[in-house]
């Protein structure tokens, strides 16, 4: 089975800094790879989706790029509402019996 | 627009039965798997399965696999997920979301998102 590793576990940062996330796959899989952001009490939200695509209506300073094994996730420009964990997710094209991993995810909130 | 709504909270007792459902609207129902993710409280997030509902082929990850059935009435548009007998473990946020194929094998992005049912399992 492929494994996620996401780090760091949670951050804390100021309104307006660059926030990096990192996600690493225990193998490779090539830009099999999604961002999803989850707000507190709410259901999780599609944000980056193939390693470094943005999903129709989510905000450009929400970006994502890797490949292989080693996937970055940024905010280029800290908001209040950006509060949520995010949760990177592979996915493949081979015949596997588990077909996604999510990581553990990243707890984001504001110093 | 594309909405998956899904059944009402729901407090069992351990060893009772549930079925719980996600109603898809404002898309082709039949022509995208409906996956179910488990997220204990506190915890991420863990997939359990997602079924076709065009003609119920469903896929299970091996961590669900005998634990909960998943199936789908595409007559109404809707997915279920269910078990036989609940345990206190099993209390939890359970999401649905549409999931997109990409050929072949290739189950990629989950972009709809039910609201979420929380299922609670207390004596």
């Known amino acids: 089975d492929i494994q996620m590793t996401q780090s760091p576990s949670s951050l804390s940062a100021s309104v307006g800094d660059r926030v990096t996330i990192t996600c690493q796959a225990s193998?490779?899989?090539?830009?099999?790879l999604n961002w999803y952001q989850q707000k507190p009490g709410k259901a999780p939200k599609l944000l980056i989706y193939?390693?470094?695509n943005l999903e129709t209506g989510v905000p450009s300073r929400f970006s994502g790029s890797g490949s292989g094994t080693d996937f970055t996730f940024t905010i280029s420009s800290l908001q209040p509402e950006d509060i949520a964990t995010y949760y990177c997710?592979?996915?493949?094209?081979?015949?596997?019996?588990?077909?996604?991993?999510f990581g553990p995810g990243t707890k984001v909130d504001i110093k | 627009e594309v909405q998956l709504v899904q059944s009402g909270a729901e407090v069992k007792k351990p060893g009772e039965s549930l079925k719980i459902s996600c109603k898809g609207s404002g898309y082709s129902f039949t022509s995208y798997w409906i996956g179910w993710v488990r997220q204990m409280p506190g915890k991420g997030l863990e997939w359990m399965g997602i079924i076709y509902p065009g003609d119920s082929d469903t896929r299970y990850s091996p961590s669900f696999q005998g634990q909960v059935t998943i199936s789908a009435d595409k007559s109404i548009s809707t997915a279920y997920l269910q078990w036989s007998s609940l345990k206190a473990s099993d209390t939890a946020m359970y999401y649905c979301a549409r999931v997109v194929y990409c050929g072949g094998d290739c189950y990629s992005r989950w972009d709809y998102w039910g609201q979420g049912t929380l299922v609670t399992v207390s004596s």
């Open positions: 997710q592979q996915y493949d094209n081979l015949p596997r019996v588990e077909l996604f991993t």
């Open positions: 193939d390693a470094s």
């Open positions: 193998q490779d899989i090539s830009n099999y």
